[in-house]
Each structure stands twice: as C-alpha cells, then as structure tokens.
C-alpha cells in the first residue's frame, strides 16, 4: 500500500478523534505513516544503500523481485506483533502512546487486506517468531 493512502487515513482518523483527545490525535499519522520505516531500514541494510528514491521504488515493485518470488515473506520489526506488544505495554505507563498504537492498528488492517487482495498472501510476517519459522521451512526445501 502507498504511503499516501496511509497519510490520507491516518489525518482522517486523526481530524475524527481531535475533538476527543486533542493534541495527542496528530500521534495517530506517526503510528500511520512512519511504521513504513522499517521498510527504507530493510531496504538501507540489504543492499547498503541510503537512496530513499531508490528504496521507495524497490519497495513499491517488490512484488516483482526474485527474492520474493523465492521467499514471498518478509519481517518487518514496525509491523510485527512483537513490536506493537511493546508500545502497548509502555502505552499503560505513557497514555498518548495509545494514539499511537490506535494508527499501528489501522495501518495493518490497510496493509493486510491490500496484501490479501493484490498477493492472495501476506506478504509481511506479522511476528519475528512466525517468519523464523518460514525461513526455517524454506532452508529445508
């Protein structure tokens, strides 16, 4: 899904809850937008290249690259469960991390029914666990 699709829901979602929460309403486009980070980090690490062009068209046609015909999975550390865990339990102790986790949330609702919908597969394991076991499973093959 493209980052301005999650902009434009995020500030939807945002401008709705204001009258609420106020202020902390705009953490909902960090939670929204900026999860997609982990995806330049991938990008960054994988190929040592700090192009965001390059990294936005890598990403955005990976669908067609061999390495995800061959592993069709990949972990992203912001989309994972195990992440989202954490920003929920340091939500208890930091009340506008709520917000945050409120644009996490809908960001993957998004990014799994485009996934579903365009791959018939989720393309990003949701958990570290998950995707070790997958790579596990090809390693075999």
Known sequence: MF??????????LAAILFPFVGINSLIIIVGGVLIDLDHVIYYWIRFKDINLKNAYNYCKNIAQTEEFKK????????????FIAIIIILSFYYTFLWMLVVGIIVHLIMDIIYELSTFKTMVKSLSLIAYLKHV???NKK
């Not at 980052?3 to 939807?12: D, N, Y």
């Not at 592993?71 to 195990?82: D, G, N, T």
């Open 3 to 12: 980052p301005s699709t999650h902009l434009i829901v995020s500030l939807i």
């Open 71 to 82: 592993k069709k999975k990949v972990f992203m550390l912001f989309h994972s469960v195990e």
């Open 136 to 138: 596990k499973k090809q």
